[in-house]
C-alpha cells in the first residue's frame, strides 16, 4: 500500500481501498494517515463523507461487534452475542444492506439462495441444484464476488461471511411478518412451525431449512403438512453437530410431498418409509441420515435427476428401491447401515455411480454382480463390512476403480480386482490369497495388507505392479516368503514388513528396488541375513531391524548406502558386530543399538561416518570400549551409553549420560572435550574431588542416589542451568548455588532441611516436592525469592508472610489510597491446590494450569496482568505453589480470582502480597504466556 502512494511524486495521488463493510477498510487509512501525514503542510482524515459535518456518528465503515460491546461487562457480553447469533444488530445491518441493494432482482435471489441454503457448497454442486433457475448461474456467482458478498475458493467452494449470511437469514424473517405467503425461503424456527402447523397454503415458498437443534420440544407434523406448499424445491431437516435428540415426530405418516423438490434433506427421518404416492422424478439429493428408514418405496420410480444419494447411519435400512432410472446417480452414501443385507442387481443401471461407501454394514454378505456394470466407479469403501465373504469377479470390469477400500472385512476369504490404484486390506484376518487375476495390477500404487494373519504368500505376478509405491505387509505373521520379482517393482518407496515374524529372508532381488527409501524389518524374529544385494538400494533413508533377534551379522555391502540416515538395530540381541564397511556410509545421523548384549565393540571406520548425530548403545553389556576414532564424530550430539557395564571410555563429545556403567569418576581428559555441554552420571561416594570441564557443563542430574551431602564444587560449574536431585533421601542441606541455575529439582529429598543458599536468577524454577523436613527458614527463602516462575514446597495452609489470605480461590486486595493511579504492582501469590476426590493418590504427572484473572471491585472490569495462565508442576496434596503477577493498576481495590483447570482439583486457599512497583519492562522483553508454565 505504502509503495502506491509514490510519496516522492508531486503528482496528486487517489487510492482506493475496496472490501466488503466491517473488514477494517477505515483502519487501514487511518493508519496510513498517521504514517503519511508529517510529510505534507497540512493534513485532515475525514472519517465519514456519507454523514453530515454536525453529526458524530458512534461507529465508521469499520464497525465490528468488538467495537459495539467494548464498554459492556462481560454478562451483557454474552446476551449481546445470542442475540447477534439471532438477529443482526440495526446499524450493522443497514451498512451491509447497501451492496445488497444495489443488486438487480435475479443477483438479489441468488444471494438469498446462498445465506438461506448453500454457504459453504460446492459450486459443481450448486449448478445442479440451481439448473434452469438462472440465466447465467456462473456470471450471477461472479457479480457476487466482485461485490465481495462471497468468495470463492481454489477447491471449487463458495463462502459467504457469516454477518452477510444473517443478512440474508433477516431479510427473509422480514418479509414473512410483513407478508406471510410472501417470501420465498424459511429458515426461522418461529415461521416454519407456524406454516407446518397450520398448514399454510403458499406458492412462493421455494425451500425451508429447518433447525431442529432449536427445538425445545416435541413436534408433531401433520400428513397433510406439505400440500399448500406445491412449488417447494428445497426441503432441509437438519441438527448441529453434537445435538441429536429426535424430537421431531410425524404421528399419521406424510403425504403430498412436491413433485419439483430437488434437494429433500431430513435428519433422523422418523418414518418407516417414504411415501408411496411421491414422485422424485426432480430430486437432485437425497439425504436422510439416521434415519428410521426401513425402505425408501416400493415400486420403481422416475430418478433421472438425482444424482447424491445419503441414507447413513439408518440402521433399520434392510432394502434399497430399484435404480434402474438412477442413471446420473454419483455417489451413494450407505455408512453403517448394518442392517442391509444385499444391494439390488439394479445397481448397474446407475451407470455414472463415482463413489460407494459400505462402511460398516455389518450385515451385508456380498455384491450383486452387476457391480461389473458401474463402469465409472472410482471409490468402493467396503471397511469393517464384517459378513462379506467375496467380490463377484465382474469386478474386473471396473477399469475406472481407482480405490478400494476393504480393511476390517474379517470374513473376506479372496480378492479378485484388477484395475486399481489403491487397495487397503488390513485387518483381514482370514484373506488366503490375492487371486491370480490381481497379478495384473500395473495401475496399483499403494496397497496395504497389513494383519492380514493367514496370507502365506504373494503371488508371483505382483511383478506387474511397476507403480507400486506403498506395499505394507505389517504383521502379516504367517508370510514366509516374498516373490523373487518382488525387485521388479521399481517404483517402490516405502515397505513395511514389520512383525512378519515367520518371514527368514527378503529375496536378492529387493536390492532391484532402487527407489527404495524406507524399510521396516522390525520384530522379523526368524530374521536371519539381509541379502548383499541390498547395498544396491542406493536411495535407501530408513532401515529398522529392531527385534531381529536372529540376525548375527549385516552384509559388508551395507557400506554401499550412502544415503541411509536412520539405521535401528535395537534388540538385535545375536548381532556380535558390524561390519567395517559401516564407515562408508557417509549420510548415517541416527544409529541405535541400545540391547546389542553380544555386541563387543564398534568398528575404528565408525569415524568417518561424520555426519552421525545420535549414536544410543543403552545396556551393550558385552560392549568393552569405544574407538578412538569416534572423536572424529564432531556432529555427535548424543552417546548414550546407560548401562554398558563393562564400558571403559575414551571419546570427544556434547552430551554425555553415563548413568549405569562401571565409570566412577569423570576422567581428566574431558578437560579437552571442548563440545560438552551436559553430563549425567551416577553420584558415588567416590566422586569427591573436583570434575573436569566445569565450564562445559549445564546440567547435572543425581537422582536417587545415596550421597548425603552435596560437594562444593558444585558452585563452581559457571554455566549449570538444571540442577536434578530427585529421591536424594540423606541430603539434608544444599550448598550455595551457581547463580546461572534456573531449574532446582530436589523432589522426594525427605531429609532436606536447610537452604545454606540464595537464588539469583529471576528466572529459576524451584521445586521441593514432598521435601517434609524444611525448616521456616528454608520455607522463608523459597518465598522471598525473586522469581518469574514457581517455586513448589510443602504446607498445609498459605503462610502468615501474605497479607492477604482467603478460603477458595477469591480474595479482595485494598491498596494504600495516597498511590498514586495508574501503576504498574507486582505481587506474590500462593494457592494451595486440594482434591475434590477422596480416593486421588496424585499419581497423574500433567501439568497443573492456573487461571489468574484480576477485576476492580467497584467496575467490575478487568485489570491486564501477565500472566493470566500459568503452568505449574502436577497438584499434590499439603503442597503450596507460589509465583508472582504484575498488573497495571487503576484502583486501590481489587478482586484477585484463581481458578486451577484439572479434573477432581480446585483451590483450597490462596494468598497475596504486594513486592514493589515493577519495572517498565518492553514488551519484547516478557516472556509470552506459553512460556511461563515451564518444564517441571
Known sequence: ??????????????????????????????????????????????????????????????????????????????????????????????????????????????????????????????????????????????????????????????????????????????????????????????????????NTVSTNVRGIKFDLSELSEDFNISERAFEGLSNLQFLRFHYRIGNRRNQLHLPRGLNNIPTGLRILHWDQFPGTSLPSDMNPQSLVELVMHGSKLEKLWEETKPLGKLRWINLSSSVNLKELPDLSLATNLEEMDLNQCTSLVELPSSIGKASNLKKLDLVHCSSLVQLPSSIGDNTNLQNLDLSNCSSLVELPSSMDNLINLEKVNLSHCSSLVKFTCSHVRELNLAHCSTLVELAPSTGTLSSLEKLDLSHCSSIVELPSSVENATKLLHLNLEGCSSLMDLPSCIGNATSLQKFYLNNCSSLEKLPSSIGSASNLEKLDLSNCSNLVELPSSIGNAINLLYLSLIGCSRLVKLPSSMGNLTSLKILYLNNCSNLVELHYTIGNAI???????????????????????????????????????????????????????????????????????????????????????????????????????????????????????????????????????????????????????????????????????????????????????????????????????????????????????????????????????????????????????????????????????????????????????????????????????????????????LTFEFSVHRENWEIGECGVFELMEAPRVHEHDVSSDSDIGGNH
Open 1 to 198: 500500500m505504502e509503495s502506491l502512494l509514490c510519496l516522492h511524486s508531486d503528482e496528486v495521488r487517489k487510492i482506493g481501498i475496496w472490501g466488503p463493510s466491517g473488514i477494517g477498510k477505515t483502519t487501514i487509512a487511518r493508519h496510513l494517515f498517521n504514517q503519511a501525514s508529517s510529510h505534507f503542510q497540512h493534513s485532515i482524515f475525514v472519517e465519514n463523507i456519507k454523514a453530515s459535518m454536525h453529526t458524530r456518528r458512534t461507529c465508521s465503515d469499520d464497525y465490528t461487534v468488538k467495537l459495539n460491546l467494548q464498554q459492556q461487562i462481560m454478562q451483557k457480553w454474552e446476551k449481546s452475542l445470542l442475540r447477534l447469533t439471532k438477529h443482526l444488530d440495526g446499524s450493522i445491518a443497514r451498512i451491509l444492506k447497501f451492496s445488497y441493494d444495489a443488486l438487480d432482482m435475479e443477483d438479489k435471489v441468488l444471494f438469498l439462495y446462498i445465506a438461506c441454503f448453500f454457504n459453504y457448497e460446492s459450486i459443481a454442486k450448486l449448478e445442479k441444484y440451481l439448473a434452469n433457475e438462472f440465466s447465467d448461474l456462473r456470471s450471477g456467482l461472479d457479480i457476487l464476488a466482485e461485490k465481495s458478498l462471497i468468495s470463492m475458493n481454489n477447491s471449487g467452494y463458495l463462502e459467504m461471511q457469516k454477518l452477510l449470511e444473517q443478512l440474508g437469514r433477516d431479510i427473509v424473517h422480514q418479509e414473512y411478518i410483513r407478508e406471510p405467503g410472501r417470501p420465498q425461503f424459511l429458515v426461522d424456527t418461529r415461521n416454519i412451525r407456524e406454516v407446518l402447523t397450520n
Open 587 to 893: 549420510s548415517l545421523e541416527k544409529l541405535d543399538l541400545s540391547n546389542c548384549s553380544s555386541l563387543v565393540k564398534l568398528p575404528h571406520s565408525i569415524g568417518k561416518a561424520t555426519n552421525l548425530q545420535k549414536l544410543k548403545l543403552v545396556n551393550c553389556s558385552s560392549l568393552v570400549e569405544l574407538p578412538s576414532s569416534i572423536g572424529n564424530l564432531f556432529k555427535l550430539q548424543l552417546l548414550c551409553l546407560k548401562g554398558c557395564s563393562k564400558l571403559e571410555i575414551s571419546t570427544y563429545i556434547g552430551v554425555l549420560r553415563l548413568k549405569g556403567t562401571a565409570i566412577k569418576e569423570v576422567p581428566s581428559s574431558t578437560r579437552l572435550w571442548c563440545r560438552l555441554a551436559t553430563l549425567q552420571m551416577s553420584y558415588t561416594e567416590s566422586l569427591k574431588e573436583l570434575p573436569h570441564a566445569l565450564s562445559c557443563i549445564t546440567e547435572l542430574q543425581l537422582s536417587n542416589t545415596e550421597i548425603q551431602e552435596i560437594s562444593p564444587w558444585v558452585k563452581e560449574i559457571s554455566k549449570l542451568r538444571r540442577f536434578v536431585i530427585n529421591g536424594c533421601r540423606k541430603v539434608v542441606s544444599l550448598p550455595q548455588l551457581s547463580d546461572s541455575l534456573s531449574s532446582l529439582h530436589a523432589e522426594n529429598c525427605r531429609s532436606l532441611e536447610r537452604l545454606d543458599c540464595s537464588f539469583h536468577n529471576p528466572q529459576i524454577r524451584l521445586n521441593f516436592a514432598n521435601c517434609f523436613r524444611l525448616n521456616k527458614e528454608a520455607i522463608a527463602l523459597i518465598i522471598h525469592t525473586s522469581t518469574r516462575r514457581h517455586a513448589v514446597f510443602p504446607g498445609g495452609e498459605v503462610p502468615a508472610y501474605f497479607t492477604y489470605r482467603a478460603t477458595g480461590g477469591s480474595l479482595m486486595v485494598k491498596l494504600n489510597e495516597r498511590r498514586s493511579l495508574p501503576v504498574s504492582l507486582r505481587f506474590k501469590a500462593c494457592v494451595l491446590p486440594v482434591s475434590k476426590a477422596d480416593d486421588d493418590t496424585g499419581d497423574d504427572e500433567s501439568l497443573m494450569t492456573v487461571y489468574i484473572t484480576i477485576m476492580e471491585k467497584q467496575s467490575g472490569l478487568g485489570v491486564p496482568c501477565r500472566p493470566r495462565e500459568l503452568s505449574l508442576p502436577p497438584p499434590l496434596t499439603g503442597h503450596l505453589y507460589t509465583f508472582e503477577i504484575e498488573a497495571k493498576v487503576t484502583s486501590t481495590e
